[in-house]
């Protein structure tokens, strides 16, 4: 009789809003939400639309022990992986999960295991640089909305159907894509949303589609537009945008290259420079952004089981850039807000794109960094203290089903200065280079130490960062950078621990992370970290 009266008074609440959904899980043919608890509810399944979106329907249904199944494909094919789901018991919204975060391996075609690599080196070059001089398995490309779709197709261009719906792609640029992706053994794109470059040909009726409406595209400081995600033809051209890339380049016969993940965006806690979305807080710009984080993994593992999606960040741990707060963010307050937000929303497999530049970027000789300290308010995550990324994610509310997120290092370099202090700066360089990617190497999360540039540009804000100079002569740091991971790095490593010291260089490569998860805490511990491939 007890249990009956318990089944019974479950019921009810089921029916007056007391439920929550768990979970949302799809397979090959059907999408099934989970509660805790069962009762008669009203279903409105919509599109992903910020603000919104259309309802595709709204009808009674009843969660029988627990679950609610609902077959995945629409009559007109369209799939209810993508779909949000809100869950009415009366006339309240019942909490929990509204998207699907859980996807059948099965439905992918391609299931094999991320790739393993023999080392995290990349660089931002050119392909033939990358594999002969330095060895690099990563690739590492930029792809621009505007400067892949086009609304006037020519006879070049490649037709791409999503929902029914005729999508075109620029023959030039996709075959310029497909060289660099085979000449790699896998890349992680890094998707990006300019009309002010990266391939971008200024087509008006494309940027008044793509970009965010509150986009400030006269300001010239603005040189990344948000993606999106606000209007139903938005969403549309974004999601195709990364369908086509995740389609063509997670194929298991690898015909145009492999590609393991996307970075969305660049650099969000500068959202008023690299990924402008107008005046918001951090909190409205991350409710945003997580769905184009989202929405990137939904399309991600419907082909690939392994496919990864990462937030990309500054060193700017625990202070913001000067100027606007409605602009410029906290990398900290960014990783805190998305995984409230994927909590509340239902948590998928995210991780961190981090580019731990020493806290001043002109100067090249991070051990002496000020500012970086090994605690989770340290004011910076530099080259320094680059573990405290990995302590901090290593805490129990950021981990997804158990495991830490995976960090890349995906933007990073050393400035060489000009005048009399152009060698010491050079050398300092090659000291950076030797002990940052002997840190990045030891940490257990790191996929990829990017370096960013092979040659010194004259646009980069007055650095220069490149591995080359200006007139192709070498910098020391580029033969240490291709000497890591081969039989000459002791010979580097020795020459730099002395220039750094030896007591110094030691501490920094096995530094003590003041607020680490303990063994004893209901937090991460070690074995787990050991095992979090």
Not at 193 to 200: A, I, L, P, T, V
Request: glycine letters at 8%; aromatic letters at 12%; a negative charge.
């Amino acid at each position: 009789m007890k249990k009956a009266a318990e089944a019974a008074e479950n019921k009810i609440y089921g029916g007056y809003g007391k439920m929550k959904i768990i979970k949302i899980a799809a397979d090959e043919k059907y999408v099934t939400l989970y509660s805790d608890c069962d009762g008669t509810v009203t279903l409105r399944e919509s599109s992903p639309v910020v603000q919104g979106g259309t309802t595709y329907s709204l009808k009674g249904c009843e969660f029988i022990v627990g679950k609610l199944s609902l077959p995945r494909f629409s009559d007109g094919g369209r799939d209810s992986l993508f779909s949000r789901f809100t869950v009415y018991a009366g006339k309240d919204r019942v909490d929990g999960v509204r998207y699907v975060t859980q996807i059948s391996p099965d439905i992918a075609a391609n299931n094999t295991p991320y790739p393993t690599h023999r080392h995290i080196k990349a660089i931002n070059a050119s392909p033939q640089l990358q594999k002969t001089m330095f060895g690099v398995e990563q690739g590492r490309p930029d792809v621009s909305l505007p400067g892949l779709m086009t609304l006037t197709p020519d006879k070049d261009s490649i037709e791409f159907v999503r929902d029914g719906r005729s999508y075109w792609f620029r023959g030039d640029a996709v075959k310029r894509l497909d060289e660099y992706m085979r000449a790699y053994d896998h890349s992680t794109f890094i998707l990006l949303n300019s009309s002010k470059g990266f391939g971008s040909r200024g087509e008006r009726a494309l940027l008044d589609v793509c970009l965010h409406p509150k986009y400030d595209e006269p300001n010239s400081s603005a040189l990344i537009s948000a993606f999106n995600l606000r209007s139903e033809d938005g969403l549309a051209y974004y999601a195709a945008f990364v369908e086509f890339l995740v389609s063509r380049y997670t194929r298991p016969d690898n015909k145009y290259g492999r590609a393991a993940g996307a970075i969305i965006g660049n650099e969000i806690d500068q959202q008023g420079i690299w990924g402008n979305a107008g005046d918001m807080t951090c909190a409205e710009y991350i409710s945003e952004y997580s769905e184009a984080m989202r929405l990137a993994w939904q399309i991600g593992r419907k082909y690939c089981s392994h496919f990864r999606v990462y937030i990309s960040l500054t060193n700017n741990w625990s202070i913001a850039t000067p100027g606007s707060p409605l602009r410029f963010y906290t990398a900290k307050e960014c990783i805190e807000q998305l995984a409230a937000q994927t909590a509340a929303d239902g948590d998928f497999d995210w991780h961190v794109a981090y580019h731990p530049y020493p806290e001043n970027l002109f100067w090249p000789d991070f051990w002496h960094d000020r500012a970086a300290n090994f605690t989770f308010n340290t004011p910076h995550i530099s080259f320094r203290n680059m573990e405290v990324l990995e302590a901090f994610l290593s805490q129990k509310r950021f981990l997804y089903n158990g495991k830490p997120r995976r960090i890349v290092f995906s933007e990073q370099g050393f400035n060489s200065m000009t005048g009399p202090l152009a060698r010491h700066s050079e050398l300092d360089g090659e000291a950076g280079v030797v002990l940052a990617y002997m840190k990045a190497r030891k940490m257990k999360t790191v996929d990829m130490f990017t370096h960013h540039s092979s040659v010194d540009n004259p646009g980069e804000f007055g650095l220069n960062l490149g591995l080359i100079r200006y007139n192709g002569e070498p910098k020391p740091d580029y033969y240490a950078f291709m000497a890591m991971d081969t039989d000459k790095e002791a010979e580097y490593v020795a020459k730099v621990r002395a220039r750094i010291g030896e007591d110094l260089f030691d501490y920094l490569l096995d530094p003590v992370i003041a607020d680490a998860p303990k063994t004893d805490d209901d937090d991460l511990t070690e074995s787990i970290l050991t095992n979090s491939n």
